[in-house]
Nanobody
């Protein structure tokens, strides 16, 4: 299993970024996926999850209305569209594979992780 995140970088407050996660080594369309983030000194926290088919999503209250999770099973790729970015969104963002069909929140339930992509929101 390999998960490779991309799309991070520096954004201004109020700006947007789109993260991608290229998946390989497993049947991508069979499993729920998730995005997590970790800021320095903080625990890794759930950001968003999506079911294997994409019909069910779960988004953390802290990003609800600003972030959207989606997936393209034909391309084996997971996305996180981040709008109206805030300085508190600054973190290392990880994608993760779940062994389940529907999204779950606890990070302990995710079995594989990417290396992360850094998002920095600053003026």
């Amino acid at each position: 299993v390999q998960l490779v995140e991309s799309g991070g970088g520096l954004a201004q407050p109020g700006g947007s970024l789109r993260l991608s996660c290229a998946a390989s080594g497993f049947t991508f369309s069979s499993y729920a996926m998730g995005w997590f983030r970790q800021a320095p000194g903080n625990e890794r926290e759930f950001v968003a999850g999506i079911s294997r088919g994409g019909a069910i999503t779960n988004v953390a209250d802290s990003v609800k209305g600003r972030f959207t999770i989606s997936r393209d099973n034909a391309k084996n790729t997971l996305y996180l569209q981040m709008n109206i970015l805030k300085p508190e969104d600054t973190a290392l963002y990880y994608c993760a594979k779940s062994p389940f069909a529907n999204p779950v929140i606890p990070r302990s339930l995710y079995e594989y992780w990417g290396q992360g992509t850094q998002v920095t929101v600053a003026s």
